[in-house]
């Protein structure tokens, strides 16, 4: 890179981080096949303190970040977590949960209540039982209802949320009507996206262009029928697009990301990326990471472009879409998003959808890898 | 239906939508609603509307009292205008 980070500061206007993504810990007592948390998470890192995390909500906040999400792993497994949400919304944050609802009792949504938690998202593995407890490798299925039940006795809005994939799109109409029996405001039908434990597991998780294709039909079909009383997001996944997803609405745009250990990323992932130092809240001061370093300025604007996005008509528009997935695919951070079909490396997205359509691609594949400490530590890396 | 599909009348009492918040960000130097997992940079006139939406007053006074701070007459069909859309998005919601 040619451009120092001031320079790109200065130019591009870069302004305040809006949104702050606090990864409390990566401990979580579910083992989902699609996490995004790096496959390596069981590397031995000290989580951040109860002080570093109040500095860091402080210091966001005096920048602009205004979003703040609570996430992991499973932020219930923190238990400093009612001060955390307490001071963020002392300090003017609208703070989110999003939470598997595991660990979520009566006497915890009461805490998190009166601490001043602004809402709630529940995940959901699929609408069965069976499903989602095979998916989540437990038996959560039970007490995650008991969780949305104890939302909505709390007054919370509810946002449901359930990750959709090969094998569960088909039931993609009774997890509506599951959400519609939960009394959801809103619900999110994410596709998987692939990184981490689901590009792992891809082979088992992407749906054929056909399951894709009914399950958007359907959600259609829900929507008109629900007007206005639940809101019903449909996330593609993005194998299936021609054009990248502006991803994470532009690098170092909106977001800032601390992982547990205190490591700050424009994106949740971006830690795989080779030849980039991100820096540690433990050690600067969330504005020189945010203006100043070299982690959140190298991928700013199109500056940092190659061909064919340096000249391309939509370079604004989608920013090239997302680093992590051209490193991955295009073995180079700076490259086109292969989703694009300008990209020279499409060819890769075409195979791999073209491979999934092909019936039974389960049975050829090896077996799903579940999110556990056992496997993170023998693969060893980080996607 | 519920509430939402409701005709706005100029006694009807409009409040901050449940989960919404609204509030003035210095960094923005604009009211922002906030919601869950979201936000919306208000403008000038939709902050000065919602501000006034405080569950207490009616739209014929909220409409009076833009015309009074701004010195002018005939918001009516604009507030209104603004009050169905924001509806809508369940920015707001009638008492």
Request: charged letters at 25%; a negative charge.
């Amino acid at each position: 890179m040619s451009a120092a980070p001031n320079e790109v500061a200065s130019a591009g206007g870069v302004g305040p981080p809006l949104w702050l993504l606090a990864e409390l810990t990566y401990r979580c007592p579910l083992h989902c096949v699609f996490c995004y948390n790096p496959v390596d998470f069981a590397r031995d890192e000290a989580e951040l303190s109860t002080e570093d995390w109040l500095r860091v909500l402080g210091e966001a906040r005096a920048l602009g970040a205004v979003q703040c999400g609570f996430s992991g792993g499973e932020p219930l497994q923190r238990d400093d977590l009612e001060i955390l949400v307490a001071e963020a919304r002392r300090l003017g944050y609208y703070t989110n949960l999003l939470t598997s609802g595991i660990g979520l009792n009566e006497e915890r949504i009461a805490r998190l209540k009166q601490a001043g938690l602004d809402h709630i998202q529940l995940s959901f593995q699929d609408s069965t039982r069976e499903v989602n407890d095979f998916l989540s490798s437990t038996r959560t299925f039970d007490l995650k209802r008991k969780a949305a039940a104890l939302i909505k006795a709390h007054g919370y809005p509810m946002v449901m949320n359930c990750v959709i994939h090969r094998m569960n799109i088909d039931h993609i109409e009774r997890i509506i009507e599951l959400a519609v029996e939960l009394d959801a405001e809103y619900l999110e039908l994410a596709n998987t996206q692939f990184y981490s434990w689901a590009h792992i597991n891809r082979d088992h998780l992407l749906p054929t262009r056909e399951q894709l294709q009914q399950a958007e039909a359907a959600t259609n079909r829900w929507r008109e029928q629900l007007g206005t009383r639940m809101k019903i997001f449909f996330v593609v996944p993005d194998y299936y697009e021609t054009r990248p997803k502006k991803c994470m609405n532009g690098w170092g745009n909106v977001f800032l990301t601390i992982i547990p250990d205190g490591t700050a990323l424009p994106c949740h992932t971006a830690r795989m990326l080779p030849g980039l130092e991100f820096p540690n809240v433990r050690g600067s001061s969330v504005r020189d990471i945010w203006y100043s370093s070299e982690g959140f300025n190298r991928y700013r604007g199109t500056g940092w472009m190659k061909e064919p996005c340096r000249s391309c008509p939509e370079r604004e528009k989608d920013l090239g879409g997302c680093r992590c997935q051209a490193y991955m695919l295009a073995n180079d951070p700076a490259m086109a998003d292969p989703v694009c079909d300008k990209s020279p490396h499409h060819g890769v997205i075409v195979d791999i959808v073209e491979k999934a359509q092909a019936p039974r691609v389960e049975a050829e594949a090896r077996p799903l890898v579940f999110r556990n400490r056992k496997e993170s530590k023998e693969l060893a890396r980080p996607f | 239906m519920t509430s939402t599909s409701m005709t706005i009348a100029a006694n009807s009492v409009p409040r901050i939508g449940h989960g919404f918040r609204l509030q003035w960000e210095e960094a923005q130097q604009a009211h922002v609603l906030l919601y869950p997992e979201g936000m919306v940079k208000l403008n000038g006139s939709a902050g000065e509307i919602l501000t006034r939406c405080n569950g207490t007053a009616p739209v014929e006074a909220i409409v009076a009292d833009l015309e009074q701070r701004f010195a002018t007459s005939g918001l009516e069909a604009d507030v209104l205008a603004f009050l169905r859309m924001a509806q809508e998005r369940r920015w707001v919601e009638f008492a």
